[in-house]
């Protein structure tokens, strides 16, 4: 079973960054795809960015210049770094992992998911 803890959440004013790491236990972490999504309140979950485990990466358009998403596969981590924040990515954040070396940006694509940390973002 794998279990997934996001950190780094926090407030933040418009224009910051924030860094969110997922740590991942219990399963082969390097051959599973991982990715992030975020649900805002009133709002469906939507995908925001992911990466496979050779490290190829696909984002959502709306974060396309200002997320990264990066992994570290000794560490079992992966990570969002989130710059140019805007008070529209205020949601609470999500990693989730694939048995699959292909990403996904589906939520039903992925079987493991983390309990989520909140981003808020103030004008």
């Known amino acids: 079973q794998v279990q997934l803890v996001e950190s780094g959440g926090g407030l933040v004013q418009a224009g910051g960054s924030l860094r969110l790491s997922c740590a991942a236990s219990g399963g082969t972490f390097s051959t599973y795809a991982m990715g992030w999504f975020r649900q805002a309140p009133g709002k469906e979950r939507e995908f925001v960015a992911a990466i496979a485990w050779g490290g190829m990466r696909t984002y959502a358009d709306s974060v396309k210049g200002r997320f990264t998403v990066s992994r570290d596969n000794a560490k079992n981590t992966i990570y969002l770094q989130m710059n140019g924040l805007k008070p529209e990515d205020t949601a609470v954040y999500y990693c989730?992992?694939?048995?699959?070396?292909?990403?996904?940006?589906?939520?039903?694509?992925?079987?493991?998911w983390g309990q989520g940390t909140q981003v808020t973002v103030s004008s």
């Open positions: 989730a992992a694939r048995r699959f070396i292909a990403p996904a940006n589906k939520s039903e694509d992925y079987i493991y």
